[in-house]
């Protein structure tokens, strides 16, 4: 199946959308206070901070322009779920590692996006299966 129709694809379609609005809140957040983050988390540089809240609002953007149609690709579906995972697995191995000396905050911070990031991960999974059954 080249697209996944809109019926079908109502799980996927708002996990995607909510998965948008979450990265731009997270983008806004991260460019507008980048000065603020490097103290918060212990780690990095206001520039890191900065151009990661860019990078997060342009896959936002994204997120949203490809859910406006009726049909939903497959394989951007599955682009978003392969960052998801990816972002989830960099978490695991920052936190597990404790290699870039994140300060507890830090642990805490990341903790929480990457449980928020794996929940949209599953659930764009299942809207997925749910709309090409």
């Known amino acids: ?22 990265s731009a809140l997270s983008g ?11 103290s918060l988390m212990g780690v990095g540089t206001s520039l890191f901070y900065g151009v990661l809240g860019v990078i997060l609002l342009f896959h936002a953007g994204m997120l949203f322009f490809f859910t406006r149609t009726e049909t939903i690709r497959p394989a951007f579906a599955w682009y978003a779920i392969l960052g998801d995972v990816a972002w989830v697995l ?31 991960a599953i659930v764009q999974i299942i809207g997925v299966r749910r709309a090409s059954a």
């Open 1 to 22: 199946m080249a697209t996944l129709t809109q019926k079908r694809s109502n799980l996927l379609r708002t996990a995607l959308r909510a998965n948008g609005l979450f």
């Open 28 to 38: 806004i957040l991260l460019a507008l206070g980048a000065s603020q983050f490097p």
């Open 90 to 120: 960099a978490t695991v191995v920052i936190l597990l590692s404790n290699s870039i000396g994140l300060s507890s905050t830090g642990n805490w911070i990341l903790l929480i996006i990457g449980d928020i990031v794996l929940v949209f």
